[in-house]
């Protein structure tokens, strides 16, 4: 008994040696939420799944609901475990990522949404921007009221990006319409996303959309028949009848030729110092739509066909609008952008020169806000 | 007006799972148990209720159920804290705190699969808002100008004194404990069923909490514990209507609750009095022992 059980010791080592050659790939993930939350980690662990099935050879370990204070000790226990790819997805994880890519410098490390990077350590995001422009199209349209009401988790440059994107749209179709932002200053309160969205439709906000982890405010919407916005994850199921269009994220695309690329040597824990990961449409990590395969709700077609909006001199319908960018921002190389210039801040001071693009450092780091978002903001430049 | 109205409304909505919970922690606390574990209670309420509301796809005569369970899921949890702060008399601010852990991790865990899933056929809040007003009232009067009324507030008063009466003091506590397990369970499926009808991990938060203190905030009284919720619910919701109006930060009105149960605190330690506090509020009961 003793014995069989040693011999099996040394057969699982002389093993896992073996592999440690040829294609042994263990990547961890730390969440900074439960994986059951609809939202971000939820789509970063759908995202896990769809990797491990796509690549074989590939291990996958993951730490939910990790304090970002405790990032350190959670990628100290994983790379005891044998992580030797260690994805962590959260903002605040940023600092103790870098301190652990020094600490493990045979470990790649891959944070999400942060800037700061290190030889063995790269960044990715998968970002909106561009379909919050398009959803703020639709927004512009349905309303009556000319008030768009809007639920942010954190004023932060990533929402402060994406709300602006969003106004950017509004206002081309409704040039006098306004975005109320309320903050709830939590990624998942259902209780306080209720109550801001509750507080904005009080304020006369007919349209909603919102950038939190729950589906609170479709439903809280879908309750007084107002139509609403879903982000991150297919939410059409909570209100099919209200939920126009919205964001949906795909990690899946991006993890897979991620984790490829390790396994076959070209990215290695000495060349990632440059690597960063931007993935939009093109690269269909993000798509538009409130469901995969509905980039618009059926329900609301006949009204946004009616809508019109001038471009370039041109009437055309807020319908084919949005399909002819959300084409465009899928196509090989994209002609346009949103934060194209000339823009202005909320302020009326030029941000965006004529004939210039924001680039991808501008983006990761804008404080202003475009003109039409009415709440307030903290970092914001006069 | 309308704005005052579309307050009010607000008020009671948020303030209804806070009014049934407190109602509940005041029945055990009435006989002398505190039982700190509201919010783990409301947890698994709110999970039992979903569960059996999704299970059976909610129809007229299945909210019932969903709300029976809840209730049944609330008192089986508050039994255990019974067990161990009644009959093995354990300290009864540590059990509840486990409990609201055990009570959050065990709803996690099992309510994995029922994540993301939304609920149709949403009840409407108002007969909930009137049955926790009406359940008020009952209970005042129950405390008041009933003999159950009488033997529980003994109970929890002077224990030794009513058991020379005649009353069975661990059984009022074990009933007072059931009692108000059920109602931090009901409280939990209100979240889940009508409030905002899914459910995730988490999704009490801290209301259970909130809750708890009402508790000392309103002096043990039941008629009190309606304005109470009304208040901080109404509070709640001004967070984020003055929002970015009027120049006053929101985090004042977030915080205010709060401050208010310590002022209230502070005011009743000035004058050298528990306010209405049992008499025996957090210590086990032994025959024969003082």
Not at chain 1, 128 to 145: D, H, K, W
Not at chain 1, 168 to 180: E, F
Not at chain 2, 176 to 205: F, I, N
Request: charged letters at 15%; aromatic letters at 10%; proline letters at 5%.
């Amino acid at each position: 008994m003793g014995k069989s059980w040693l011999v099996s010791i040394v057969a699982a080592l002389g093993l896992s040696f073996g592999m440690a050659q040829q294609t042994n790939l263990k990547a961890c993930f730390i969440y900074v939420g439960p994986v059951g939350d609809v939202g971000w980690t939820f789509a970063h662990d759908e995202a896990r799944r769809a990797a491990e099935k796509a690549i074989p050879g590939l291990q996958t370990q993951f730490v939910e609901s990790v304090k970002p204070a405790d990032t350190l000790a959670t990628v100290d226990r994983l790379v005891s475990g044998g992580c030797n790819v260690i994805f962590t997805t959260s903002f605040d994880f940023m600092d103790q990522t870098l301190e652990a890519a020094k600490k493990y410098p045979d470990v790649i490390f891959a944070h999400a949404s942060g800037f700061k990077r290190a030889p063995n350590m790269l960044t990715y995001m998968a970002d909106f921007y561009q379909i919050y422009y398009l959803n703020g199209l639709m927004a512009g349209a349905l309303t009556r009221s000319g008030k768009v009401g809007y639920v942010g988790a954190f004023p932060i440059p990533e929402l402060k990006r994406h709300i602006s994107a969003f106004a950017l749209g509004v206002r081309a179709v409704n040039p006098r319409a306004t975005v109320n932002v309320k903050w709830i200053n939590a990624w998942f309160d259902p209780v306080k996303a209720r109550e801001a969205a509750e507080a904005l439709m009080a304020e006369g906000n007919d349209i909603l959309a919102f950038t939190e982890d729950t589906a609170s405010v479709i439903q809280t919407a879908a309750r007084r028949k107002i139509p609403s916005f879903s982000h991150y994850n297919s939410m059409y199921r909570f209100a099919p009848d209200y939920v126009v269009s919205g964001q949906i994220v795909d990690w899946g695309v991006l993890y897979i030729d991620l984790l490829r690329k390790i396994q076959n040597g070209t990215y290695t824990t000495k060349n990632l110092q440059n690597v960063d990961y931007w993935w939009l449409a093109r690269e269909k990590a993000v798509m538009l739509g409130a469901q995969t395969g509905m980039p618009i709700n059926p329900k609301f077609e006949a009204a946004l066909k009616r809508a019109t909006m001038t471009v370039n001199g041109k009437r055309m319908s807020v319908y084919d609008r949005v399909m002819e960018l959300n084409k465009d921002i899928m196509s090989a190389n994209p002609k346009w952008d949103p934060f194209t210039g000339p823009i202005r801040d909320r302020n009326g001071v030029i941000r965006v020169p004529a004939g210039r693009r924001m680039t991808i450092k501008e983006l990761n780091e804008m404080q202003w806000m475009a003109p039409g978002v009415v709440g307030q903001v903290p970092d914001e430049p006069k | 007006m309308e704005e005052i109205l579309n307050a009010l409304a607000r008020a009671f909505s948020f303030g209804t799972p806070l009014l049934i919970a407190c109602l509940g922690a005041i029945i055990n606390e009435r006989a002398g148990v505190v039982n700190l574990g509201v919010e783990g209670m409301m947890a698994l309420g709110a999970l039992a209720g979903f569960a059996v509301a999704f299970g059976s796809g909610l129809g007229d005569g299945n909210l019932w159920l969903a709300l029976l369970a809840a209730m049944l899921a609330g008192a089986l949890a508050a039994l255990l804290h019974g067990f161990v702060t009644i009959s093995l008399r354990a300290n009864q601010f540590v059990s509840g705190l486990a409990l609201t852990m055990l009570g959050l991790g065990v709803a996690g865990l099992l309510g994995k699969r029922f994540e993301g899933q939304p609920l149709f056929n949403q009840p409407p809040e108002w007969p909930f808002t009137l049955g926790a007003i009406g359940l008020a009232a009952l209970l005042a009067f129950v405390f008041y100008a009933t003999k159950i009324g009488l033997s529980l507030r003994s109970v929890g008063e002077n224990p030794a004194a009513a058991d020379l009466l005649g009353i069975n003091v661990l059984l009022v506590r074990y009933a007072a404990v059931a009692a108000g397990g059920s109602l931090a369970g009901l409280a939990g499926a209100y979240l889940s069923l009508v409030y905002r009808p899914s459910w995730t991990d988490g999704m009490t938060g801290g209301l259970g909490w909130i809750a708890v203190a009402l508790v000392v905030f309103v002096g043990w009284s039941p008629l009190r514990a309606v304005f109470g919720a009304v208040f901080f619910g109404l509070l709640y919701y001004l967070q984020f209507r003055l929002q970015g109006q009027g120049g006053i930060p929101s985090e004042v009105f977030a915080s205010l609750p709060y401050i208010l149960v310590i002022l209230v605190l502070a005011l009743s330690g000035l004058r050298r009095q528990q306010g209405n506090a049992p008499e025996a509020l957090g210590r086990p009961y032994q025959r024969g022992e003082r």
